[in-house]
């Protein structure tokens, strides 16, 4: 009887948790209660404060995530940055030390006494030079003489030897006249 006179549209069904807020916040609280109350409210607040701190995808969460990436990124470009200023200064400090060294050789070999050293040095270079070229130009020459008296020698052969080719010849043909003219005598 008691569920035919509940009108189900008027109605409303709540949980046991829902129905236990309603009912504290409804009840006439004391001071002590109501502090208890606030230091419990402050609880559920700090906790769902952690709660929502570790939650990735949440705004403020987000906007930190954001601005941590720009710092670490301002780091490694700063570190970059004073890697190569480093690697700079190094390579500058070589090219003063560079041009220091070869200003003091400048210096040094401006010297009289360095310089008298070094015009005797090539002068001892030239002379060695002009022996080498003499030594060169008299086994030039000598190669040459040798040459033209291999050259003389070989044209003597060949002289000799077409004399006496003609010798033989001549002789050949002594015979031939000789026999001819015997050959006509027998004939008379």
């Known amino acids: 009887s008691y569920k035919k006179s509940l009108n189900i549209k ?40 952690t709660m929502v701190r570790n939650w990735p995808n949440t705004l403020e969460n987000l906007r930190k995530k954001k601005e941590e990436d720009k710092l670490k990124k301002a780091r490694a470009e700063e570190i970059k940055r004073r890697e190569e200023d480093i690697k700079e200064s190094a390579f500058q400090h070589e090219l003063r030390k560079q041009a220091v060294i070869k200003a003091n050789e400048d210096l040094y070999m401006q010297q009289d006494q360095v310089k008298a050293f070094n015009s005797k040095l090539l002068l001892d270079d030239i002379l060695q030079e002009r022996r080498y070229q003499s030594g060169f130009n008299e086994e030039k020459r000598m190669l040459k003489k040798e040459m033209a008296a291999g050259h003389l020698e070989m044209e003597k052969h060949q002289m000799r030897s077409y004399d006496e080719k003609e010798k033989e010849k001549e002789e050949i043909s002594r015979k031939i006249k000789e026999k001819n003219a015997r050959d006509i005598k027998d004939q008379w």
């Open 10 to 49: 008027s109605s409303a069904s709540l949980s046991m948790s829902e129905f236990l807020r309603i009912k504290n916040s409804a009840s006439i609280l004391t001071p002590t209660d109501n502090s208890a109350r606030l230091q419990e409210r402050k609880i559920m607040h700090e906790a769902a404060q």
